[in-house]
Structure formats: structure tokens, C-alpha cells
């Protein structure tokens, strides 16, 4: 046999070597790793501290700011205002907040206290729980009459129209129907007087400084009492389903889906009645609207609150129910009431109606969902219109597209793309608003932008942001406006394009109004330190995503509380959408059965419709009537009345058998 190689034991012994060094450096790599983290633990420890110190320290800033700025409105008081005290009329100028305790200042001699809206008189340590409190949605509750009034009529002398502006209080408007028929305006003996703005955005939003807080949450959580038990999950979690998504949509690209019967678990349980109604879930901020004396001030918290309802969109990749014809749904424990109808079937249209002492809205909504082969598009075409009784301001908007990405393959993600235009009719003020699509390089999505103009033309507010994450305004320099100012703002002309065909022409509305904000946007600063929090959405259950995303207020839709339970002697409509049988039978997981109630109350729909010589034409909703918008001159649905009275009575007896 012959030896070793020549040079094999060199070769060797110096491997040996090679493996020592490696280990050698092994071990010094793990002892600077060991170091490392001990060290990096260390710099995060001293970092928590440091934020809990800069915490401490803006903590003890704001409420120095907030009682310099509570004692600069006192100041401003005139003397020898008188409380209203517990004995007070309602309306007449006390808050909810202050009776029971020491009467408040206001009432209908002067302007409202600040205090009432930043502060109960429960003393300093309830500060600390208002300034800082995380608000999620189910303790967001706070019925309109909790909030502050809107500054008080004062006393005016005997004659015509006395007798309504003695009392102080402001009456609720006529009914829509009476509105738009008539083209009333509000007697001016029944509006408010131009008061100090106590109530001002610098009182309202706190400065986007750490430790931020969306102030809304705060007094809806304080001013709206314990909370009323709700559910926070559904009864049983969602169930998968593999299905080949491609097998069902492939012959469906170009159709409008709302034409077409989709399997049911495709859906969520809850009807688009109840979906319309999320819109609603940030009602605060058009409650607090009416205490402002700035009509520009109002104007902007609609802007928000026309923002706001696309937040219940992520997450929810499943499609609500389609309403039967003459289904219904109310909706009352949360301040205001609100009745909803299925005025129409083909197409889809939703009629609404919502109200309380303080806030007047309604609109109807035409569903459209279009497969374009890539992304699901969905459009609500519809004008909203928002009021506040008994302050001369109408507010119209419309809502813009959503686009579901990934439908075939891939996460599924939603985003909303438009340009949107919120006016108030009367008083000529007006925001523009435009939501982003993502690009292919960008990293943040959902963002939108708006700015807010008075009636000259003249730009007030920017707002910036995401609209499923927060929001932010900043106020402009005054007295800068572009030399060609004030714009012109495209009008009525809206209407005559559908934003889901494609996109905007080049001469049309959404692209005039995109250029409009763009100028604004890019050429006139804003003011510096000017940058406030206004809205952050609420807190969705650690749970969410096992119940198809639902948020908090979406938990309770169907839940048949003592409030709507008729066995229990409430008084719901038998069309309401909570007694939905196929829509209960999926919700509590019984897929087969729901499909088989599905097909029935579909073939009940359609034999109802054969009995119809005219179809729809000769079909009459209970609680809305068709008519024309005297805004848009478009035809409308508007409510006849009728529904909370009957409720009142105890009974509808009129009401179709669709169930």
C-alpha cells in the first residue's frame, strides 16, 4: 500500500487549525451577539422610560394649556349672566352634563361655558381620564342630548316670532318629504344667534404632540353613561368554504353582480340595510357640528364625517346580503333613529332616513358591483343630504367607488378612488375631497386629502391622512389665496357621470376638481404647528378577523335585544332585517339550511313581482315616497313619515309578508 500523500498531515493539521479559528470566532460572534442584546435591552428600557417621562411631562403641558385656555373663555363671559339650574327647562341652555351639580353658565341670557364641553365638575382626577382616554367602539356611545347644546337664543323682544325664540330651544325641522316639496326654509325665529365661538377646533382637537387624542371619543365615552350590554362576538365564528372563485366569476366580468343571485357564502350576515347604517358609526362628529359658530367649522366636520364610513371596509372581504323588496331595518339605542326600506330591486335601492334633536340625514342608494376581471368594483350612487335643525345649513355629498383587489388570487384588499365635493347649499362654503389609490412603488395606501374653502373661495382647512387610519387638518395662512380665486366648483354636473365606467374624462368633474385641489395643495402653505388629530377609527375585537372583520357595532346589527324583541313587547316592523331567516341560519353556521331558506325567499320574491302587471311601478314602499331632490332636480326617495309613529302605537300592520 502506498503512503500518504506528500503534504497530506500539513494539510491536515492546517484544517485543524481552520476548524479551531472558526470556533474561536464563533464564540466571539456569540459573546458580541450576548452583548448586543443585553445592550440593545438596556437602550429600549431607557427609551420606554424616556417616553413615559416626555408622556408625563405633555400630560402636565396640556392641562396647563387646557385651564389657560378654559380660564380665557370664563374671561370672556359677560357679567351678569345667570345660570340655568336644575330646575331648567330642557333647552334651555344646561347641559345634561350639569344638572345635579353646580349650575353651569349660559342658558338663554349668554353663550354656553367651555367647561361643558371639556370637563365635568367631577373634579381634576376625571381630567386625567378625559384628556387621555383610549375610547374603542363599544364605549363610544353618548346620546345626542349628552353632548353640548348649540349656543342659546337669546331673549328677544314681544312680537312676531317671539314665542319661538323664548322658548329657546331649537325645534326640529319639518319632515324631508315637507322640505323638499316645499323648499321651506327654517324660520329665522327659530335659529340660533351668532355667539363667541367658545367652542373652537383648538378646544375640540388637542395639537398632534404626544400624547395625541381624538377628542370626540373622549366626551361620547365621558357624557354617554355606562354602556349598554351588547354582544362583541357572533354566535359562531365564520366558516370556510374552498370554492373556485374563477369557476363563478369567470362568466360574470362586464355584469353588474347586484343582477345576479350569488352562493350565500359569499356573504356576511348582515343585510346591506345594516351595512348603510355603519355609516353612521361616527355620528359624534356631525352631533358636535351645531355647537360652532363657524359655518366653516360645521363645514368641516361633515368633510370628516363623509370620510369616515369607508374605515368598516377593511377587513371585510364578504358581501352583505341583498335586501328583499320592502325589507327594513331601524336602528335606536345608539342617540338617533334610523329606518331604512328597500324601495327598489331591480336595480337595488336603499332608502334612509335618520334623526334626532340634533342632526337630520337621508339619501337613497343605488348598488352597483361590477367584476372587471382583475378587481371587484362597488358603487353606491346616491346624494347624502345632512342638516342640523335649526341652524340654516344643507349639506350634499356623494359617496365615491370602492375597488376590491385580488379577487381570483392572492389576499383580497380594498381601497376607495374619487373626488368628492361637500357643499353646504346655503351658505356657498364647500370642501373638495380625493382618495388616493395606491401606486405600484408606494408604500402607504388608504390616504386621502381635502381641503376646506369658505364661500369666497377661499382655502380654511387642509385635512390629510388615511381614512382607516386617522386623520389630520391644518389650518392655512389667512389671506393667501391663488391669483384666480375664488374657483370655479363644478356643480350639478356631478350627476351625469358614473364614476365605476371607467376612468374620469379628462373635461369631466372628478378630473376639474382634482386639478382644483392639486393647485391649492402644492402652491399655499399651511400655517406652522397648525396640525391637529380628528378622527382615529375605533378599536375592532382582538377577535375580528373569525367574524368576518366585524367591528363592535357591526356585533350588535342582529342582535335581538329587549329594545327589538317583540317577544319581549318591543315593536319592530316584521320586515326587519334581524328576522331575516336565511341571514339568522348563517349567522349561527347552519350553511345547508340557509341556502335552502335563500332559494324560498327568492322564489317568494319573484312570485310577488309576477303579481305586479307593472313590476316595480306598481309596487309602493310604506315609508318613502319617489319624488325630486330640489338640490340635484334628480329623482329621489323621500321618507313620507309615519314609521317611529306607528312604532309609538304599537303595531305595523300594513307591513308586506316577505319573510
Known sequence: ASGPAPGGHELKRQLVALLQKIDSLQMIVERHFSTTEALLAEENSQRRQLEKSLRSM???????????QRMLALGALPDGVQGAGPGAAPGAGVSPLAQGGAPPRGGPGGPLETDHQLSSSSGEEDDDDVEFFECEDQEAYGSPQDLPPPPAVPERPEGPGSAAAAASTVSPSPTDEQTLKQGEQPSNALLPAKSPAFYTLSLLF????????????????????????????????????????????????GKDL??????????????????????????????????????????????????????SATGRTYKPFNPLLGETFEFTHRGYNFIAEQVGHHPPRTAYHVSNDRLLCWGDVVVRNRFTGKSLEVTTPGTVHVVFPGVDDHYTYRRVKLLVHNVIWGKLWAEVDGTTLVQNQKKGDYSIVQFLRKGWLDKSMHMIRAIV??????????????????????????GRLLPNAPPQVPGSSMRDYWRSEGPPPSDGPDNKLQHLIQGFWDTVPVKEGSRRLVWRPAVRPAHSDAYYGFGYLTMELNEVTAEYNPEKGAVVAPTDSRFRPDQKLYEEGRVEEAIEEKTRLEEKQRSAARLRPRGEDDYDPLWFAKGEDPITHEPAWIYKGGYWEAKAEGGFPDSPDIF
Not at 405633555?58 to 389657560?68: I, M, R, S, V
Not at 361620547?220 to 368554504?241: D, I, S, V, Y
Request: glycine fraction near 4%; charge should be neutral.
Open 58 to 68: 405633555a400630560k402636565q403641558n396640556y392641562k396647563l394649556e387646557k385651564t389657560q
Open 206 to 253: 388637542p395639537s398632534d404632540i404626544p400624547p395625541v387624542l381624538n377628542f370626540l371619543e373622549a366626551i361620547a365615552g365621558r357624557l354617554g353613561g355606562p354602556m349598554p350590554q351588547r354582544r362583541t362576538a357572533l354566535l359562531k365564528p365564520r366558516t370556510e368554504f374552498k370554492v373556485g372563485l374563477w369557476s363563478i366569476l369567470k362568466d360574470c366580468i
Open 258 to 311: 347586484s343582477r345576479i343571485s350569488m352562493p350565500v357564502y359569499f356573504n356576511e350576515p348582515t343585510s346591506f340595510l345594516q351595512r348603510l347604517l355603519e355609516d353612521f358609526q361616527y355620528a359624534d362628529l356631525v352631533h358636535a357640528a351645531p355647537v360652532f359658530a363657524d359655518t366653516v367649522d360645521r363645514l368641516l366636520l361633515v368633510t370628516v364625517f363623509a370620510i369616515t364610513p369607508y374605515a
Open 453 to 478: 374653502f369658505s364661500a369666497s373661495g377661499r382655502p380654511v382647512y387642509r385635512l390629510s391622512g388615511s381614512w382607516s387610519h386617522a386623520l389630520y387638518v391644518e389650518e392655512y395662512e389667512q
